[in-house]
């Protein structure tokens, strides 16, 4: 079982930044494919950005690939992303998921694990 918490979201003016941080409990965060997600008010939950494990390469969402930066700390058992330049579009719930797997993939049906999410909101 593993736990995630999410941490950082806030209000922010449009080109602004923000670092979310997700800590996870348990001894093989290592071990686990993360990823990144965002949910507006009234759409699906759409994948931002996905990181994995051992390798740690990492994939971005077209809609934020050159502002946002995923990383992870596998001795801290915390996964980042860190947010630049945001638009009022960036507006969501933002949710760090784990998957039991090296590669992480888009889809949100294939993560074992959800934090509660944090709240992202850019003012124009």
């Known amino acids: 079982q593993v736990q995630l918490v999410e941490s950082g979201g806030g209000l922010v003016q449009a080109g602004g930044s923000l670092r979310l941080s997700c800590v996870a409990s348990?001894?093989?965060?290592?071990?686990?494919?993360m990823g990144w997600f965002r949910q507006a008010p009234g759409k699906e939950r759409e994948f931002v950005s996905g990181?994995?494990?051992?390798?740690?390469?990492?994939y971005y969402a077209d809609s934020v690939k050159g502002r946002f930066t995923i990383s992870r700390d596998n001795d801290k058992n915390t996964l980042y992303v860190q947010m630049n330049v945001l638009k009022p579009e960036d507006t969501a719930v933002y949710f760090c998921?784990?998957?039991?797997?090296?590669?992480?993939?888009?889809?949100?049906?294939?993560?074992?694990?959800w934090g509660q999410g944090t709240q992202v909101t850019v003012s124009s």
């Open positions: 990181i994995s494990a051992i390798t740690g390469s990492t």
């Open positions: 348990g001894r093989t965060f290592r071990n686990y494919a």
């Open positions: 998921a784990a998957r039991r797997a090296v590669q992480f993939v888009t889809s949100a049906s294939a993560y074992d694990y």
